[in-house]
């Protein structure tokens, strides 16, 4: 009786593991993503010039972009990167290294304009779950906060 409770329960235990891998998303999730970036704010999908997707968005008034990167055949991507440029927002060097230096996420660096620019990649080659990718619609907006404020875009 106990060996069958232990089978039993070893069972529903590798089904509730089996279906929670399965409610992964990746980048052929491209709807899915656009609906997560529209709990933060407003958001719409676009093309890039090659054709790959991309969400054009605003976040408490700041645009940003998320680029699907590295797909096949305009689907199937591999990578989001998440993007903010800020025209005639023109930081030093020094600002940007500080930046760089003291912040963990959001890739800082002066454009070929020396624009203010933030980026944040997240790999999706494996697929991640609803919730990850959610949080990192939340470290993305954290980010796109503190960087405005920290370069003192109005």
């Known amino acids: 009786m106990l060996k069958s409770m232990i089978l039993g329960g070893a069972m529903l235990l590798g089904t509730a593991f089996a279906a929670q891998a399965q409610a992964t998303l990746d980048g052929s999730n491209v709807d899915e993503i ?6 933060y704010g407003s958001a719409n999908l676009e093309k890039q010039t090659n054709g790959d997707p991309k969400i054009s968005g605003k976040v408490d008034g700041v645009t940003y972009q998320v680029f699907f990167m590295n797909c096949t055949d305009n689907t199937n991507c591999e990578d989001l990167n998440f993007y903010a440029g800020f025209l005639d927002n023109k930081p030093t060097l020094e600002v940007i290294n500080d930046w760089n ?3 963990r996420f959001g890739k800082a660096y002066l454009d070929s304009d020396l624009d203010a620019v933030i980026e944040y990649d ?3 080659v494996h697929g991640v779950t609803r919730d990850n990718l959610d949080a990192a619609f939340s470290l993305w907006t954290l980010i796109l906060d503190q960087y405005t404020t920290y370069i003192g875009h109005e």
């Open 122 to 124: 997240l790999n999706l």
């Open 34 to 39: 656009l609906n997560i970036a529209r709990g």
């Open 101 to 103: 230096r003291d912040k």
